[in-house]
């Protein structure tokens, strides 16, 4: 019976309405087939739909309302009225979009609906559109599942010992033992950082800038190579990058004083085009007018850190003084 109302909204199957339009011979044959399929279980089924009809008329409107839409989702999903597609096989903006134009005629679509089947126009301009997109699908960056796959093998392996949930919390888990040697250790400033945090300035070049106290040593460091500028331009436009809007163009007038502009204090080596586009850029300054230099100083002392640590690995005092936690607390009892 409930078969045969997924046609009808929730009005018209608890009142009866649009029933004369039905064919009362194909109803009837429908009530008999289910009459003998549940005849054992008959009078349960009919008290069981009285007690569902008085429950919804003693229901409020708002809630009708409600049961009224989950019902009709529910047999559009699992159950679609013949010829009507499947809600999950066409998705519900191109089924509204189709559902909107299936009475137009070719010449009346709008240019941004393209619904499919007959109604497509396959004019040049419909292939120019094609072409672009697969165009555009030549140049995106592919890769196979397996490459993808080991490379999070690789990153998990890389980071167990790092996660504490994976490998335990040294000294302890603050929330556990009431003990916060754990987040004083883990500080964003302090004087002797741990093993694993020394240890993971190795992963990347990225996981040492957002470190403060890696930043800090590879500060020292560029310091010994006369290069401590740079590291300092990209400090500037991170924070030129998350600043307030308000200060934007004093920021960018003064990076460029400080680190652009011909016979700065601290003048940092850029190529002659990324120079000109950061010149090109200053006319209107906004907070990502300086990126091209930014990544162009990045790369230079991503290379430069790459290069120390082939001929030198990690700087020996750094390693040597760490700190290295021991295990307390009732997890390592």
Known sequence: MSQWG????????????????????????????????????????????????????????????VMACQEQTYWLVNRPP????????????????????????????????????????????FYKREMELCRKALGRARVKSSVCLEAYLKFSSQRELHDPI????????????????????????VAVPTKLRVERWGFSFQELLEDPVGRAHFMAFLGTEFSA????????????????????????????QQFLAPGAARWVNIDSRTMERTLEGLHQPHRYVLDDAQLHIYMLMKKVSVQAR?????????TAGSAHPLPTGCWHA
């Not at 509204?96 to 499919?116: E, H, I, V």
């Not at 994976?166 to 883990?186: A, F, I, R």
């Not at 500028?229 to 460029?256: I, K, P, T």
């Not at 082939?310 to 020996?316: S, T």
């Open 6 to 65: 997924c046609g009808w909204s929730l009005t018209q199957s608890w009142t009866g309405e649009g029933l004369p339009r039905v064919d009362l011979n194909t109803l009837q044959e429908h009530y008999g087939q289910l009459h003998r399929k549940i005849n054992h279980a008959w009078d349960l089924v009919v008290m069981q739909a009285r007690e569902q009809l008085r429950a919804a008329k003693q229901r409020r409107k708002g809630d009708r309302l």
């Open 82 to 125: 013949p010829g009507v597609p499947s809600v999950l096989e066409q998705g519900p903006e191109r089924s509204s979009c189709t559902a909107g134009q299936a009475q137009m005629s070719p010449q009346g679509l709008p240019s941004n609906c393209s619904p499919p089947g007959p109604f497509q126009t396959k004019n040049i301009d």
């Open 166 to 189: 994976m490998s335990g919390c040294l000294p302890g888990n603050p929330w556990v033992t009431d003990d916060d040697t754990y987040w004083t250790l883990n500080a964003p400033s």
């Open 229 to 256: 500028e740079n590291l300092s331009f990209w400090e500037a436009c991170e924070e030129l990058r998350h600043g307030g809007q308000a200060q934007v163009h004093a920021m960018v007038d003064a990076v460029y």
């Open 310 to 318: 082939r001929a030198r690995g990690v700087p020996g005092p750094v």
